[in-house]
Nanobody, 117 residues
Framework: QVQLVESGGGSVQAGGSLRLSCAAS????????MGWYRQAPGKEREWVAT???????NYADSVKGRLTISRDNAKNTVYLQMNSLKPEDTGVYYC???????????WGQGTQVTVSS
C-alpha cells in the first residue's frame, strides 16, 4: 500500500501564489504517474496536471501557463506551483499516484485552496 499526504494549501488573494506538496510513503517502488486533481464546491473532481516518472508533464487547458507540476523521485514527492491564482482555482486539491502496469489510482486526503477576489 502507498500513502499520499498533501500539504501547502491555504487562502490567498487573486493573483497570489501557493505551492502544494504531496509526499508518498509505504510501498512506493514502481510509481509511474503522479498528478493533481481538484474539486470545487458542488462540482465534480477534475484533472489538473500529471507528471510521469521520467518528467513528462500534461496540463488541463484552464491551468496552462499558471500552474507547474514537478517531482522529486528520490523523495517520492510531487509538487504543484500555483501562480496567478484566480477565484475559480478554489477547491480541494488531491494528489494521486499510479503504478506501472496498473490502472488503480491512489489518492491523498486533499488540501484546501481558497482564492479570494
Amino acid at each position: 500500500q502507498v500513502q499520499l499526504v498533501e500539504s501547502g494549501g491555504g487562502s490567498v488573494q487573486a493573483g497570489g501564489s501557493l505551492r502544494l506538496s504531496c509526499a508518498a510513503s509505504g510501498s512506493t517502488f514502481g510509481i509511474n504517474l503522479m498528478g493533481w486533481y481538484r474539486q470545487a464546491p458542488g462540482k465534480e473532481r477534475e484533472w489538473v496536471a500529471t507528471i510521469s516518472r521520467g518528467g513528462t508533464t500534461n496540463y488541463a487547458d484552464s491551468v496552462k501557463g499558471r500552474l507547474t507540476i514537478s517531482r522529486d523521485n528520490a523523495k517520492n514527492t510531487v509538487y504543484l506551483q500555483m501562480n496567478s491564482l484566480k477565484p475559480e482555482d478554489t477547491g480541494v486539491y488531491y494528489c494521486n499516484a499510479v503504478f506501472f502496469g496498473s490502472a488503480v489510482y491512489y489518492w491523498g486526503q486533499g488540501t484546501q485552496v481558497t482564492v479570494s477576489s
